[in-house]
């Protein structure tokens, strides 16, 4: 007979509506449970009797409600079957049956199986064997558990009961959770001969937060090593696990108590649950979605003792505002070897979260290898990250996808490296300017507005406006723009052209009343500018070109650009047309320093901060050598773009573009590979680290070499402190040499 098959929504909607009709509470709960679990295995061919329950001791009934024919007209009604729903739908009817209240003071969200198959493949790849352990500390019903037996099975081509039976450990606080765990794992062995009981000492109940994790912790000797673990728990939580001379007291007047003392929580001395794991060195990997709680609801949800006791064992002391799941990631890397592999919050990487959870584990030497910042819960309406450290040496991570040199603890791409110090060096490099804040749109022209202005007596005032995107657009970099620059003239003076004047004293002067409230230093010259910075059409001035860096841009990139222009603020100008300046500022030195040390991040475009550059780069004292090396880039950039009819963008699309092979392309890679090398001979760094290499996402250097130049220069920069450090001292003055 073919049944109906049960939708996964239905199912759900009608344990809630069975645990009602029973009255509700957890034997009801209990009670549902059990006819769910018994549907799957019916599913599977497997017989599940409440005898083999009770017998097992799993989802007892504490007053047994007569339910059995009350289930079957509510959840599998005509018959209907569970065949095509995967085990995990197990944990989420569960998950539905959840009162809100309990599922928010445990943080309980279950993870759907796609985004757990993701965790445990990448948590699980470095360390997949048929020996291998893996532990999900706050494992709810199983899915990460379902998932890595899925996953090693798969991989190590071993019966996933063998991979059951011998890799896989978990732990909840909630008892119910526990024994669906249990129970999904049984049916997911397939194996009617196991005992249900065959995973009574793997999958534990209780706090995994506390208790033994080394069992030099316990005296030698003990009797009974599980009552004294638990009651070193229980003196040392009314103390908040401070260390101490009270604690140590306490300790020793244990061994004269006639009955050890119980905790209020209940341990997990992993320890004593997994000796011979522990011994090893623990946990191959543990993965899992720990729960998450803001720092106000930890305290009301456990309390102010047990989270005291969680800061002084788990975090040397303190955890200010840290959310909850800090502790489930330090316990976590107390655990492990390896791998971890967790779904968190996205404020992992936030404030004390961070501080507290990420930054203490990369300071013991983890690493972050992969992260996925902020993602959308597939059925909640929040966000959360998944992220993955390591133990093992690395080459590079991902981060949202993108291969980078190494993760920092705020899950920004970083290389990990000291802090470069501030310098006081000669730097051979003219200043670098924001350019200039026009602010308002009445002195910005249009094309036809400025060719008819600029045919009148003060036509000079009408000045090409080059702005950040102008610089980046792909076929050309040249103004879209005009702008008045009328700043230095005198009202008297504009009446010369009237219609000039008539423009300013009619729209500018209207625009610039509104701004006076904000910027009442306008109020003297109002006709001009905000910031006008003179300084840099001075230094400018007597230049055909000058260097611009559109401020926010993909490929951080210098161009030379007309010094006739009035710069906007979207750029940063260095007022030189030097081939050498040029080839520095092309140079990947320069570059990794810019994005690494001189500037910021914006998901994928650099904020170009020149002073923060300037302040810490290890220049060396002359770029003169340069500059062969920056008329050859030059010549080949020209080039290029003058047989495609392209600006800047577009030709540095097309070195990066691996189909491109002509050989104007081919020469303007092989010139940006010498700037990169001259520039690493002037430092006395090894050449070959500058060398970049064409792959299909682009040309640059790899994030292994781009590591090891900034490392190389962050060498040069502190050596270059200590020398000054030193020389002041030796001169009675001091220089700051602090981290930016
Ligand atoms: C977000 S749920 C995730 C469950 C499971 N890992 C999943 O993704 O489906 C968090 C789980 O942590 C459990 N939990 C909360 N505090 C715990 C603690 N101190 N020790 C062990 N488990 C805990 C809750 O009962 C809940 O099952």
């Not at 445990?106 to 470095?126: F, I, K, Q, R, W």
């Not at 222009?565 to 810019?594: E, I, K, M």
């Not at 500059?627 to 773009?641: F, H, K, Y």
Request: glycine residues 8%; proline residues 7%.
């Amino acid at each position: 007979m073919v049944h109906p098959v049960i939708t996964p929504r239905a199912l759900r909607t009608r344990a809630r509506s069975a645990v009602a009709e029973l009255g509700g509470g957890p034997s009801a709960v209990a009670a549902v449970m059990r006819s769910v679990v018994a549907g799957f295995a019916r599913a599977r061919g497997m017989v599940l009797t409440d005898a083999a329950l009770d017998a097992a001791g799993l989802l007892s009934r504490a007053d047994g409600p007569k339910s059995d024919h009350l289930l079957s007209n509510y959840l599998f009604l005509d018959g209907a079957a569970v065949d095509d729903l995967v085990l995990e739908e197990i944990g989420y009817v569960y998950e539905a049956l959840l009162e809100v209240s309990s599922r928010r003071d445990n943080g309980a969200h279950y993870t759907p199986p796609e985004l757990a198959d993701e965790v445990v493949a990448h948590a699980l790849a470095p360390v997949a064997s048929a020996d291998a352990a893996v532990v999900d500390i706050a494992a709810g019903t199983g899915v990460f558990l379902l998932a890595s037996a899925r996953y090693l099975a798969s991989s190590c081509e071993r019966p996933v009961a063998e991979i059951v039976t011998r890799c896989l450990y978990g732990a909840d606080i909630d008892p119910v959770a526990v024994d669906i765990a249990k129970l999904s794992l049984w049916l997911l062995c397939e194996d009617p001969s196991l005992p249900l009981t065959f995973l009574d000492d793997r999958i534990l109940c209780g706090n995994s937060l506390v208790g033994l994790v080394d069992a030099d912790e316990l005296p030698a000797g003990v009797d009974d090593p599980q009552a004294y673990a638990d009651a070193m728990v229980a003196v040392a939580l009314p103390l908040g696990g401070r260390p101490g001379r009270r604690l140590e007291e306490a300790y020793a007047a244990l061994p004269r108590c006639r009955r050890l003392p119980v905790p209020a929580v209940r341990p997990i001395h992993w320890a004593l649950a997994a000796p011979a794991v522990m011994a090893r060195g623990g946990f191959d990997a543990v993965v899992g979605n720990p729960p998450y709680l803001g720092v106000k609801r930890v305290r009301d949800a456990i309390g102010q003792e047990l989270r005291d006791y969680l800061a002084h064992t788990l975090a040397a002391g303190t955890t200010r505002r840290a959310d909850y799941v800090i502790y489930f990631l330090l316990r976590a890397a107390a655990l492990t070897r390896g791998e971890i592999g967790l779904i968190t919050t996205d404020s992992i990487s936030e404030g004390d979260t961070a501080r507290f959870g990420l930054g203490a584990l990369l300071d013991r030497g983890w690493q972050v290898a992969r992260a996925e910042r902020s993602a959308p819960w597939p059925t909640a309406g929040v966000r959360f990250a998944k992220i993955w450290l390591t133990t093992r040496p690395l080459d590079s991570a991902w981060l949202d996808g993108r291969s980078v040199p190494a993760i920092t603890g705020t899950l920004e791409d970083g290389f990990s490296l000291p802090e470069p110090a501030r310098l006081d060096l000669d730097v051979p490099l003219p200043h670098g300017y924001q350019g200039t804040i026009v602010l308002g749109r009445t002195l910005v022209l249009t094309p036809t507005e400025a060719e008819a202005l600029g045919r009148g007596p003060l036509g000079h005032t009408v000045r090409p406006y080059l702005s950040g995107e102008d610089l980046v657009t792909p076929c050309g970099s040249t103004a879209s723009r005009f702008v008045l620059d009328v700043g230095k003239l005198g009202l008297e003076e504009l009446a010369e052209d009237r219609s000039l004047a008539r423009l300013v004293r009619s729209k500018v002067r209207a625009e610039r009343r509104r701004q006076f409230v904000k910027y009442p230093q306008l109020k003297e010259r109002w006709w001009g500018f905000l910031s006008p910075v003179d300084e840099l059409y001075r230094d400018a001035s007597g230049l055909s070109h000058v260097i611009a860096f559109s401020k926010h841009s993909k490929h951080l990139w210098p161009v030379l650009v007309g010094a006739d222009h009035v710069f906007s603020n979207g750029l940063v100008v260095y007022p030189t047309q030097d081939p050498a300046a040029y080839a520095f500022l092309a140079s990947d030195l320069h570059r990794v320093w810019a994005v690494r040390a001189g500037g910021t991040m914006l998901n994928t475009a650099y904020r170009y901060n020149p002073s923060r550059l300037r302040a810490t780069y290890p220049f060396p004292a002359d770029l003169g050598p340069l500059s062969p090396a920056g008329v050859a880039l030059l010549a080949a950039l020209d080039r290029v773009g003058e047989e495609r009819r392209i600006g800047i963008t577009g030709v540095l699309n097309l070195v990066g573009d691996p189909d491109a092979h002509d050989p104007a392309t081919t020469d303007l890679r092989q010139a940006i590979a010498d700037v990169n090398h001259a520039t690493a001979r002037l430092h006395d760094i090894d050449e070959s680290l500058a060398t970049p290499d064409l792959t299909p996402s682009g040309f640059g250097l790899t994030p292994t070499r781009q590591r090891a130049l900034m490392a190389a220069l962050v060498d040069q920069n502190l050596a270059l402190a200590e020398k000054a450090q030193a020389s002041a001292e030796t001169s009675g003055t001091s220089v700051e040499t602090s981290p930016r």
